[in-house]
């Protein structure tokens, strides 16, 4: 069974760095998948933010790709998010996915999630 | 401001059908890519509920369907239970100016009255 478990600080300042850790059991990084980020604001939606495959091949989103990081470590199974710069408005729950990418016909989604994180940016 | 559109809310009765819309444009829905159906339970992550447009993974009830036609995909619930009651999100791909994008509708409430 996959199982993903996010693990990181829960608050961190305005201007500083987050920093996020997506462990995975019972399906290895170094697999067919791809692995991503989505955070949901409180009471609001969802928002994805990166994704990347075992090679380091990564994609971002565009809003967002300045001042994110993602990176693997297929030696720990993990794969890691950095946000630099935060502000307030980067407080919600961070999930991490396991990403299904078919070329053709043309699928992405997302098959596993984490319990998900809340991280709050706060002084 | 979402890029695929979706309504703040839907109701319905137990057993009786409701359907989710999600609107996109020619650079997502309608440039033919697939929509997959997200159910967030309250307090839990978002699972897998429709991918490819029309296919449920393994568990997913029957009662849960996908269609895609245009600009606009679908999600019905038939049989509508208790259990239902959740936030459903849709999400594909956009084609824009800023590159290829993973995009998810804004989200809708079901309320089982």
């Known amino acids: 069974?996959?199982?993903l478990k996010e693990s990181g600080p829960g608050l961190v300042k305005p201007s500083e760095t987050l920093s996020l850790t997506c462990d995975v059991f019972g399906s290895s990084i170094s697999s067919g998948y791809y692995w991503g980020w989505i955070r949901q604001p409180p009471g609001k939606g969802l928002e994805w933010i990166a994704t990347i495959y075992h090679s380091g091949s990564s994609y971002s989103n565009p809003s967002l790709k300045s001042r994110v990081t993602i990176s693997v470590d297929?030696?720990?199974?993990h794969f890691s998010l950095k946000m630099r710069s935060v502000t307030a408005t980067d407080t919600a729950v961070y999930y991490c996915a396991r990403v299904v990418v078919v070329v053709d016909p043309d699928l992405y989604y997302f098959d596993y999630w984490g319990q998900g994180t809340l991280v709050t940016v706060s002084s | 401001q979402s890029v695929l559109t979706q309504p703040p809310s839907v109701s319905g009765a137990p057993g009786q059908r409701v359907t989710i819309s999600c609107t996109g444009s020619n650079s997502n829905i309608g440039a033919g890519y697939a929509v997959?159906?997200?159910?967030?339970?309250?307090?839990?992550?978002?699972?897998?509920?429709?991918?490819?447009?029309?296919?449920?993974?393994?568990?997913?009830?029957?009662?849960?369907?996908?269609s895609k036609s245009g600009t606009s995909a679908s999600l019905a619930i038939t049989g509508l239970q208790a259990e239902d009651e959740a936030d459903y999100y849709c999400q594909s791909y956009?084609?824009?100016l800023s590159g290829l994008d993973v995009v998810f509708g804004?989200?809708?409430?079901?309320?089982?009255l």
């Open chain 1, 1 to 3: 069974q996959v199982h």
């Open chain 1, 74 to 77: 297929a030696a720990k199974n």
């Open chain 2, 106 to 112: 804004g989200g809708t409430k079901l309320t089982v």
């Open chain 2, 36 to 66: 997959h159906w997200y159910q967030q339970l309250p307090g839990t992550a978002p699972t897998l509920l429709i991918y490819g447009d029309i296919n449920r993974p393994s568990g997913v009830p029957d009662r849960f369907s996908g």
């Open chain 2, 94 to 96: 956009d084609n824009s």
